[in-house]
């Protein structure tokens, strides 16, 4: 069998890493970067650039340079956050015929299985150099809180680009192997995961002198992370530019790209300085002719809008260690992943909530893409039976009377678990019955991912539920599971 890489496939940049020497190594791309910005843009002429370059084609090129795709990976059309997220795009979207997302116009787009493909393909070259033979397998991580039509298409994305998935990983478990794997302590463990798509918070524990990690519970929340903060301080940029000039910025892809640029690049300086600079020249044009933006951001100013998001992450803390039993002064360290978690703000938020410092042993950029690597590197037995036994990130169950969504398995269930519960029907003499299997929270059924459905037939016929006792009624039995290979 040939090397599995570990890969961290993230919203804005991506990384992987092998097992070198029994220790997990991240490996530099071919611009001797250790980071790829997940981004592909396509040239008038044809072409196609991947990462780094392609980035710096987005204020250029703005209609044919996709940047933040992962956030579309696995969405409908129809989603209200995918309407949202749409907005924000500086880069054309519509909707494809089966009612999924496309990244393009009419001409030409792509679904972003695709686009996500291409960064995988550059990924697997830069890890072919290095290692120097082919690559055909992959542990990939994924966010915690993902249903299973995104963990389907990360899959897909992966066999388009010529990967096999070994297994599929939650972004924090895989962080906390990294972490954990030199240390090899006992305790309760918390890792805060707060990248530029989505943000998960997971809680572990794990035994003295074992590479070994028990899942108390996981959740998170999408539409939160770095992506958003660059939103929020490209909103306050605009509203400054027409209190100065006394007219909006138009909303050409071009000119909110470079507002997007500008955001993110305040954003990065201002988690080590006070305050920034921002400055575009050329930036509209008014009756007096070209306009200038140029404006001083503080770091005060980016935590006053930063403060609802965060406050959001801690609580989605609140409800996962309360699913896992925990009060917040019980965890005996917190891991700090992604690359938002280096604003101060971040820091001292996390900090007061769990009563102590939070720790940072591995790069948190690196982190993730390391305990793939790790994962890639053990045998099934060693990752089901040694290393971590996972949870069920959302409850699985199916539709029944008035269209409730009824759980079987509920999320943050130890697996593998098998779950079995009786049911009766709702109609006299019915011979058949539909069941939808749905995957989700809310509480009516079509408000969550439907995975399937089923149809049983030939039910003896009798008196529906409610009936008088002495009459008999049809019952039918659902059983779901979810195992390690399921979860993953």
């Known amino acids: 069998m040939g090397r599995i890489i570990g890969i961290d496939l993230g919203t804005s940049n991506s990384c992987v890493a092998i097992i070198e020497g029994g220790e997990p190594k991240v490996i530099s791309n071919s611009e001797g970067d250790r980071l790829t910005p997940s981004v592909v843009s396509f040239t008038k002429a044809g072409g196609r650039i991947v990462g780094i370059t392609a980035k710096r084609q987005a204020v250029l090129n703005p209609a044919r340079t996709f940047a933040s795709v992962k956030r579309l990976l696995g969405r409908r059309w129809d ?73 389907t298409a990360t899959r897909t994305a992966a066999q388009i680009a010529g990967l096999e998935v070994v297994r599929l990983v939650n972004e924090p478990t895989a962080a906390a192997l990294a972490y954990g794997y030199s240390r090899r302590k006992a305790g309760v463990f918390a890792v805060y995961d707060l990248g530029a798509g989505t943000f998960d918070i997971t809680v572990l524990s794990s035994q003295q002198g074992a590479l070994a990690f028990q899942v108390r519970a996981t959740g998170g929340a999408h539409r939160l992370g770095g992506d958003d903060i660059d939103a929020l301080i490209a909103d306050a940029l605009h509203q400054r530019f027409e209190k100065t000039h006394g007219f909006a910025l138009d909303q050409s892809p071009a000119t909110r790209q470079r507002i ?29 002719g070209p306009v200038h933006l140029e404006t001083e951001l503080f770091r005060s100013e980016l935590e006053q809008l930063m403060r609802p ?66 994962m890639g590197s053990l045998t099934e037995t060693e990752m089901v039976d040694r290393v971590v036994a996972d949870v069920c990130p959302l409850s699985l169950g199916v539709e029944t009377a008035g269209g409730l969504f009824t759980p079987l398995i509920p999320r943050n269930t130890p697996i593998p678990t098998r779950a079995t519960k009786t049911f009766t029907t709702t109609a006299d003499n019915q011979m058949m019955i539909r069941v939808n299997v749905y995957q989700g929270e809310r509480q009516r059924a079509s408000d969550n991912l439907l995975l399937g459905v089923l149809d049983l037939v030939g039910i003896p016929p009798a008196r529906r539920a409610g009936a008088p006792r002495s009459r008999s009624r049809s019952r039918w039995t659902a059983t779901a599971s979810c195992t390690s290979r399921r979860r993953t």
């Open 79 to 151: 989603e209200d956050e995918v309407q949202e997220l749409v907005r924000l795009m500086a880069y054309p979207c519509l909707r494809a015929e089966n009612g999924d997302v496309r990244v393009g116009d009419a001409e030409e787009a792509w679904a972003p299985e695709q686009i996500l493909a291409m960064v995988l393909e550059k990924l697997r070259a830069d890890a072919e150099a290095v290692v120097g033979e082919g690559v055909t397998q992959a542990v990939i991580t994924v966010p915690a809180n993902y249903n299973d039509l995104q963990r």
């Open 260 to 288: 997007i640029t500008a955001a993110e690049d305040a954003k990065k300086a201002l988690s080590n300085v006070e305050a920034t600079r921002v400055t575009l020249p050329f930036i509209g044009t008014g009756p007096q």
């Open 309 to 374: 998001l965060v406050d959001r992450t801690l609580e989605v803390c609140e409800s996962v260690l309360r699913d896992a039993g925990y009060e917040p002064h019980q965890v005996d360290e917190v891991l700090l992943v992604g690359g938002q978690t280096r604003a101060p703000i971040v820091k001292r938020a996390v900090a007061n909530f769990f009563g102590r410092e939070p720790t940072r042993g591995v790069e948190p950029d690196e982190a993730v893409a390391m305990g793939a690597a790790l």
